[in-house]
């Protein structure tokens, strides 16, 4: 599919919330690396962080340890995961960031990432007693208790905002044959749509066969399709108006919802 290295989409002001939760994520990682007891009083190493600021499905179900719905959004397993994640970020977030501002968009980001939270731990309750089974013997324990960590859902919710929002901008990729790079651009829609067709074939074929992938296929798409609901509710209308003068056209245009009400 490609790497995303950049898109050609002007930013109009900084985006500061999205710089900073780049900060803070890079920061919470390599501060739980080196200094876990800094994030978790009392902890040694990284995986006892995890443990417990993770969001464990289990414990949410039963209404135990919420804040990790939130505290397991900035936490990483590994270099190469935050690395993915933020370069997603710093890529499609700016100019989600720039439409509905500052305020709008941290609020969005999060009920993004809670819309993922509740379709990861919607995909294993419903996932077949076969394919449980098949998890629980190849990993050694329940999906039910394995902690989940990562910003990818609330990111997935910014991918979904950027789709509605620049459906026509150009991403530029990195595909590689053999060790040869080659750069492309791609219209967002096709980049975006592709990789979430990816996340939903992955996530059903995990959800059927029950073999873990290590990757919450499921909390993508929920971020995703949480981000897309949330859009037209988020964007500021007066910066979109803002926005035709640099643009020459309104890049995105919300619903009108008819004020008429019928009975029944």
Same mark, same amino acid.
């Given at each position: 599919? @490609?790497?995303?290295?950049?898109?050609?989409?002007?930013?109009?002001?900084?985006?500061?919330?999205?710089?900073?939760?780049?900060?803070?994520?890079?920061?919470?990682?390599?501060?739980?690396?080196?200094?876990?007891? %800094? %994030?978790?009083? @009392?902890?040694?190493?990284? +995986?006892?962080?995890?443990?417990?600021?993770?969001?464990?499905?289990? +414990?949410?179900?039963?209404?135990?340890?919420?804040? !990790?719905?939130?505290?397991?959004? =900035?936490?990483?397993?590994?270099?190469?995961?935050?690395?993915?994640?933020?370069?997603?970020?710093?890529?499609?977030? +700016?100019?989600?960031?720039?439409?509905?501002?500052?305020?709008?968009?941290?609020?969005?980001?999060?009920?993004?990432?809670?819309?993922?939270?509740?379709?990861?731990?919607? /995909?294993?309750? =419903?996932?077949?007693?076969?394919?449980?089974?098949?998890?629980?013997?190849?990993?050694?324990? /329940?999906?039910?208790? $394995?902690?989940? $960590?990562?910003?990818?859902?609330? #990111?997935? @919710?910014?991918?979904?905002?950027? %789709?509605?929002?620049?459906?026509?901008? /150009?991403?530029?990729?990195?595909?590689? *044959?053999?060790? =040869?790079?080659?750069?492309?651009?791609?219209?967002?829609?096709?980049?975006?749509? $592709?990789?979430? #067709?990816?996340?939903?074939?992955?996530? $059903?074929?995990? /959800?059927?066969? @029950?073999?873990?992938?290590?990757?919450?296929? *499921?909390?993508?798409?929920?971020? =995703?399709?949480?981000?897309?609901?949330?859009?037209?509710?988020?964007? +500021?209308?007066?910066?979109?108006? &803002?926005?035709?003068?640099?643009?020459?056209?309104?890049?995105?245009?919300?619903?009108?919802?008819? !004020?008429?009400?019928?009975? &029944?």
């Amino acid at each position: 599919m @490609g790497i995303p290295v950049g898109d050609e989409t002007p930013r109009t002001e900084p985006a500061v919330v999205n710089l900073t939760l780049i900060a803070v994520n890079v920061a919470v990682f390599f501060i739980g690396v080196t200094a876990p007891s %800094l %994030l978790l009083p @009392g902890a040694s190493t990284y +995986d006892e962080v995890v443990n417990k600021l993770g969001m464990v499905p289990a +414990d949410v179900v039963a209404g135990r340890r919420l804040y !990790t719905i939130i505290t397991s959004m =900035f936490l990483h397993g590994s270099l190469a995961h935050l690395a993915g994640n933020m370069l997603y970020l710093y890529i499609f977030g +700016d100019n989600v960031e720039v439409m509905m501002g500052r305020l709008r968009y941290a609020v969005f980001y999060l009920l993004s990432g809670l819309g993922a939270v509740l379709f990861h731990i919607a /995909s294993i309750a =419903f996932m077949p007693k076969e394919a449980l089974m098949n998890s629980i013997l190849e990993t050694g324990v /329940s999906p039910w208790l $394995i902690p989940a $960590i990562g910003a990818s859902g609330a #990111i997935s @919710g910014v991918l979904g905002a950027y %789709l509605l929002l620049f459906p026509t901008a /150009s991403v530029r990729i990195v595909t590689f *044959w053999g060790f =040869f790079p080659f750069f492309l651009r791609l219209p967002a829609f096709i980049y975006i749509l $592709i990789w979430f #067709i990816y996340q939903l074939i992955m996530g $059903i074929t995990v /959800s059927l066969i @029950g073999v873990s992938a290590g990757i919450a296929f *499921w909390a993508h798409v929920g971020g =995703f399709l949480t981000g897309m609901a949330l859009t037209p509710l988020f964007v +500021d209308k007066a910066r979109l108006a &803002r926005l035709v003068v640099i643009y020459g056209y309104a890049p995105y245009t919300p619903p009108v919802y008819s !004020t008429s009400k019928t009975e &029944r």
